[in-house]
């Protein structure tokens, strides 16, 4: 699997991976939680822990730990990098 | 008139960044604490003493915004603007700084009062995490002051300066952020003159570039003309930035924050990985995540039954002998006898309900303290959404197990409404403590641990199949997991034992009056011979259908109070906890089935009464008594097909 280039879902990236967040289209609550959490369009993103089957999945944003669900972390638009 | 010496001060931060941990050291209260977001739900309110000054202290749940997204958020600044503390102090965990100070920024905009504790310090030296508080000070014009709040450390420095803040006043910092967003608050504030409200004209301006409901249902109302102005406002900021303008201003804040930690902080961890994250290899891993779950929900269970087990008899062998020592000195009296029935209820009750219980609370305990909580609402999140539900439930669930009351309570957490309920009413089906009583006392010891253990997976096989049920009765989407993950921390010893103490204490003051009045009043029926009527009455369930000997009637009964009292109250009514005389194995099954489900105690129906209405609650109690004994019954048929 190719590491860079261009845009797919937040779930689609591996376990130490990393990438640039695009667009975030998770409804507008949520968006503005992630965005007050520091995970705005712009902010970088490593994956820390993926699951089995389609359980969520852990990153890293602003130096810290978050948790996301699948379904919200498939609505997420990274730039592998 | 504000009593010059009286200070008003409100602990604000955002979640498991240790609030109230600061609280319980100025007010010296024990109110729990844990290593996850969300462990307080309700504001606590404490009083200090300190050097002429009688301070107020609030300890608020943890936020991350002050935008009306969550009840907790508008609670939070309803409070910081109406009530106008002296001080806020903003609790900032240094392990997390960035994040942490976005919420610090959005504190600044209220221009209150504020002060910043930056508190896990210790943890963050340990991570290689340097802060410059001076600089950072300089950064907000705020006082920076470190802390470690479960040692105390900087802790009376922190008071001391809420006390120079409240004698000498200071000027809040003012916030400044980028050129376009600073000419559209401008642009907006200059029109939000005498508007009668509390909030400065800048918060206003900026809460309404930010969409906030609240204030836009407000200004719509009392200046409807300004809300064409906010939306070509909101359009320019949307066409610089090219996204809602309500991110625009988290993002600005984001920005800022990460300027600020870029300045002020520097990173040398000194090895590549921490223990927590070490730790986090195996505990979070896609499969060895599941099997060090199940070894460690476990290992509590076997801990809890083992540890009960031997307390148990150990116990036992004390309190016969004082049985002998009663009959020798005090004799057998009618008087005598029934003093000491009393007295063995009290007995019975610490003797077969506390070794069990105890254990169970510290366990849990150490257990959220530690950190491992989050895991398992990580390990879980996928599972739970087939009931409807998210991973977070699981908090409530694992809080549920010791017991039922702060289970409840804590399904605040979840975020709509809809799986409050949901959540609450699966939890009043989670066995508590109480009732491990009767599955480890009566089953595991009499049949088999085995045994006891397939309860516990009957119970979970229960509650999954009822949360299928009720998440396709109660309509509407399950909300998605967003759950900070904390870094796994060194289980705060004082907290466990304060916490534990509670338990105890708990135990003294209600459990055992209760016996006590339980067991003078089951002796009152006998004596006036009213048993073998209130036994007939209900021996339709219980000898007919359930398969029970017929004084479990009067049991079932009093177990609503407590379900431990089930059989506690029998022991003492048989004068013996050698159950096995009275009960065969298939009827202590059935009874442990029974009394997992057959009705939430009174204290978790007046928590349901209180958050849900009693109408909700009557519906539950009503359905889970039908239920349970509906069970029981095809339980007891079936397993009275084999010979146990
Ligand atoms: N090592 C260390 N641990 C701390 C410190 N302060 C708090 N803790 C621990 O951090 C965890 C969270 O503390 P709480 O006081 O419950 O945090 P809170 O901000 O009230 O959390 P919520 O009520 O969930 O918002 C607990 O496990 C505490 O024992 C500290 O300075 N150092
Ligand atoms: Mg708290």
Redesign the pocket.
């Known amino acids: 699997m190719d590491t860079s280039g261009k845009p797919r879902s937040l779930i689609d990236l591996q376990e130490g991976q990393s990438g640039i967040v695009l667009s975030l289209n998770g409804g507008r609550n949520l968006t503005k939680r992630l965005a007050d959490l520091g995970m705005g369009p712009g902010t970088r993103i490593t994956v820390l822990r993926t699951s089995l089957f389609s359980g969520p999945v852990q990153v890293e944003v602003t130096g810290s730990k978050l948790v996301l669900g699948r379904g919200l972390a498939s609505k997420i638009l990274v730039e592998p990098r | 008139m504000k009593d010059n010496k009286r200070i008003s001060v409100v602990l604000a931060?955002?979640?498991?960044?240790?609030?109230?941990?600061?609280?319980?050291y100025y007010t010296g209260s024990h109110q729990?604490?844990?290593?996850?977001?969300?462990?307080?739900i309700e504001k606590l309110e404490g009083t200090l003493y300190y050097k002429d000054y009688t301070i107020d202290v609030l300890?608020l749940?943890?936020i991350y915004s002050l935008t009306t997204l969550s009840v907790e958020e508008l609670i939070a600044r309803e409070y910081i603007i109406k009530h106008k503390p002296d001080v806020v102090i903003n609790?900032v965990d240094a392990t997390n700084l960035e994040r942490n100070l976005i919420f610090t920024l959005q504190l600044l905009e209220l221009e209150c009062p504020l002060i910043i504790a930056l508190?896990?310090?210790?943890?963050a030296k340990k991570k290689g995490i340097e802060i410059d508080t001076g600089k950072l000070q300089e950064k907000f014009n705020a006082p920076v002051i470190p802390?470690?709040?479960?040692?105390g450390?900087g802790l009376t420095e922190l008071m001391d300066k809420v006390i120079e803040v409240k004698e000498n006043g200071h000027e809040p910092g003012m916030i400044r952020y980028g050129r376009e967003i600073e000419s559209c608050v401008d642009e907006l504030s200059a029109e939000l003159k005498n508007t009668g409200l509390l909030y400065s004209e800048r918060w206003i301006a900026i809460k309404l570039l930010e969409k906030d409901s609240e204030i836009t249902n407000t200004i719509s109302q009392i200046r409807p003309e300004l809300i064409r102005r906010k939306e070509t406002l909101e359009k320019r900021l949307e066409e610089i930035h090219g996204h809602d303008s309500s991110l625009v201003i988290s993002d600005e804040r984001s920005h800022y924050a990460a300027q600020i930690v870029s300045e002020t902080a520097i990173m040398r961890p000194h090895r590549k990985l921490s223990l927590s994250d070490r730790l986090d290899i195996i505990t979070t891993h896609k499969f060895a995540g599941y099997l060090v779950m199940i070894l460690i929900v476990g290992g509590m269970f076997l801990t809890v039954f083992k540890l009960g087990n031997w307390l148990s008899s150990v116990l036992e062998t004390v309190f016969s002998s004082w049985h002998n020592w009663w009959i020798a000195s005090v004799g057998e009296t009618f008087l005598a006898s029934l003093s000491w029935s009393a007295i063995e209820g009290v007995l019975a009750l610490v003797e077969i309900a506390l070794p069990y219980i105890l254990p169970f609370y510290i366990i849990l305990y150490i257990l959220?303290?530690w950190?491992y909580i989050a895991r398992i609402s990580f390990l879980m999140d996928n599972l739970m959404h087939k009931i409807g539900i998210h991973g977070k439930g699981c908090i409530s669930f694992i809080i549920g197990l010791g017991c039922n009351v702060p289970g409840c309570l804590s399904c605040r957490i979840m975020e709509s409404r809809r799986e409050r309920f949901l959540t609450a009413v699966l939890v009043t089906l989670v066995p508590c403590s109480a009732v491990s009583v009767i599955v480890f006392g009566l089953v595991g010891k009499y049949v088999g641990l085995i045994w006891a253990f397939g309860l516990y997976v009957f119970a979970m096989v229960i509650i999954f199949i009822a949360g299928k049920i009720l998440s396709k009765l109660l309509p509407g989407e399950p909300v998605e997991l967003i759950m900070p993950m904390?870094d796994y921390?060194?289980?705060?010893l004082k907290?466990i034992l304060y916490q534990t103490w509670d338990a105890l204490k708990e135990f003294i003051y209600i459990a055992a009056p209760i016996v006590i009045i339980a067991g003078v009043v089951i002796q009152a029926i006998n004596l006036a011979g009213w048993m073998p009527a209130i036994s007939r009455f209900m021996s339709p369930v219980t000898v007919n259908w359930l398969g029970l000997p017929a004084i479990t009637g009067i049991l079932l009964i009093f177990g609503i109070l407590r379900k431990e009292l089930i059989l506690v109250m029998l022991a003492a009514y048989l004068g013996t906890t050698e159950f096995a005389e009275v009960l065969t194995p298939v009827q202590m099954i059935t009874l442990a089935v029974v009394s997992m489900f057959y009705v939430p105690c009174i204290a978790t129906v007046s928590v349901l009464w209180k958050e849900y209405g009693w109408k909700r609650a009557l519906a539950v109690t009503l359905i889970e008594i039908l239920f349970a004994i509906l069970l029981a019954g095809l339980v007891y048929r079936l397993l009275s097909l084999f010979d146990l």
Do not use: C, L, Y
Request: net charge positive.
């Open positions: 931060g955002q979640g498991n960044t240790g609030k109230t941990s600061i609280f319980n729990h604490t844990g290593n996850w977001a969300g462990k307080t300890d749940p943890g609790i508190n896990m310090v210790d943890i802390t470690i709040a479960k040692r450390t959220e303290e950190g904390p921390k060194k289980p705060h907290a």
